[in-house]
């Protein structure tokens, strides 16, 4: 989804698929969430397919709060769209269509999440400076990819790929079937997607 090879990403009726009570019960969104998100802040979730998180942090933060949903797939976004108005969150969450090696976005978060999406950018250092270049000193990145799909080796060379580009391992919070971190940007700390 990120770089110059065009690599497998999931189709976007996969994600019909994706929020259901199984999933709900295995990955719940707000108790994954709530750790990290407070009234007033601004997230960024990279790969948010149709909202399954997306939807739940505008609902954490409420009206004050604000979430930037990126994705590939305009038909994602569209879903999304329809669902966070349906929820009531329509007001508080703005759709962004990414490119395969951009986000194409020039503005600051507070916090930013990639779950189970980072693997789909063949670019990590790209990825990992392009999000620590547009979050504010002392924010996080809450990382987590699958461990039927990326196995440990290469969620430690994600991590390499992540320090390599200014970020803090913090934490790595217990996600069921998931490798999880969470990284800090540190006051004064360095990272750009641009200078590779």
């Known amino acids: 989804m990120f770089g110059k090879k065009t690599p497998f990403v999931c189709p976007w009726w996969g994600g019909y698929f994706i929020d259901n009570r199984f999933r709900r019960w295995l990955h ?4 994954i969430l709530q750790p990290y998100l407070r009234p007033s802040m601004k997230v960024l979730e990279f790969g ?14 409420g009206d ?6 990126a994705d590939l797939q305009q038909r994602m976004l569209d879903v999304l769209r329809q669902r966070a108005d349906r929820a009531g969150v329509g007001a508080q969450i703005r759709t962004h269509r990414c490119q395969t090696d951009r986000l194409l ?12 999406s980072a693997h789909e950018a063949p670019d990590h250092l790209r990825l990992f400076g392009e999000i620590h270049s547009l979050l ?20 430690a060379r994600m991590l390499e790929h992540a320090t390599a580009k200014g970020w803090s391992i913090e934490d790595h919070p217990k996600v069921r079937w998931s490798h ?10 360095w990272g750009s997607g641009l200078d590779i």
Do not use: W
Not at 48 to 61: D, E, K, N, P
């Open 28 to 31: 719940p969104p707000e108790q």
């Open 48 to 61: 948010c397919g149709m909202g399954f998180f997306s939807i739940a942090a505008a609902q954490l933060m």
């Open 64 to 69: 004050s709060g604000c979430v930037v949903a």
């Open 105 to 116: 976005l020039d503005e600051s978060f507070d916090f930013a999440l990639a779950f189970y």
């Open 136 to 155: 504010v000193d002392g924010a996080r990145f809450l990382l987590v990819e699958p461990v039927g799909h990326v196995n440990a080796n290469a969620f």
């Open 180 to 189: 999880t971190a969470v990284l800090a940007k540190k006051p004064g700390e």
